[in-house]
């Protein structure tokens, strides 16, 4: 039996829609045929091991990197290997994993970095609180260089810069990297805050599985550059291979020996 399971979406379709997508690092190829969808105002998230190919997705819907293959659509516009710049534009915010702020500039102008495609001053304005309420050290911060932020303070200005696009869909890859398990679990809290409230649809990478599969509606499991395995976040967490290879849950039977076969069954 496949471990792929077939999506319904009914009749509302995708945000976001990859299909057979494949794109490499010169001779190496990173992700293998991958098929993924978003819908609007849910948070999707793709777990795997590191080097499995999860930054690669993300930087190829982004524009960053182009698809030797396969097609990418968001808001039902097809936006296979458009440059970033129109990509950012329609609608679609890329969070890099290393957070890569702006190191010189202070954190007031990281943000109006990230709203530099707008013209509405007031709704900017706007915005700019609204980030400030989702991350108040922000707000202290303001006239700071971004670069003296600590980890989780970078994390959460790029977060904001995104938000400050005033986004339909944010990649954001990595949040967890680096932070402490406190800082995780407060950003990961945000991250939803801003999903649940804003309406904003969140594709996630991560390999904190744990967090990952709590925080999103709908997950795949990618391996080797592949989709083995997608499901509801909920189904997901009752599979055993999750448990086992991503969560850390060994079932043992009463000689202390597991029930299941160590390999995966997705293989």
């Known amino acids: 039996m496949s471990t792929l399971t077939e999506r319904d979406d009914g009749a509302q379709a995708p945000m976001l829609s990859l299909l057979n997508v494949e794109s490499s690092y010169g001779p190496i190829k990173a992700i293998r045929g991958v098929s993924l969808k978003v819908r609007k105002g849910e948070i999707a998230t793709v777990l795997g091991s590191n080097g499995a190919g999860k930054s690669t997705i993300l930087k190829t819907i982004s524009g960053i990197l182009d698809p030797r293959k396969g097609s990418i659509e968001f808001k039902g516009q097809d936006v296979t290997a458009r440059d970033p710049a129109f990509i950012v534009q329609q609608g679609l915010v890329h969070v890099p994993e290393g957070r890569e702020v702006f190191p010189l500039l202070s954190v007031r102008d990281n943000l109006l970095m990230g709203a530099y495609t707008r013209k509405d001053r007031d709704g900017v304005a706007r915005d700019m609180e609204m980030v400030y309420g989702y991350f108040s050290i922000l707000k202290e911060r303001a006239q700071q260089d971004a670069g003296l932020l600590s980890g989780g303070q970078q994390q959460m200005l790029a977060i904001s810069r995104a938000l400050m696009a005033n986004p ?37 990478v991560e390999q904190n599985a744990n967090m990952a599969l709590n925080a999103s509606d709908y997950g795949y499991v990618l391996e080797n550059g592949r989709i083995v395995m997608e499901d509801s976040c909920d189904r997901l967490r009752e599979k055993d291979d999750i448990k086992e290879f991503y969560l850390g849950m060994k ?17």
């Open 168 to 204: 339909d869909l944010i990649l954001l890859d990595e949040p967890s990297l680096g932070l402490s398990p406190k800082l995780t679990k407060e950003i990961f809290e945000i991250v939803v805050r801003i999903n649940r409230e804003r309406g904003t649809t969140i594709l996630l």
């Open 251 to 267: 079932e043992t039977g009463v000689r202390g020996e597991r029930r299941w076969k160590k390999k995966k069954t997705w293989r």
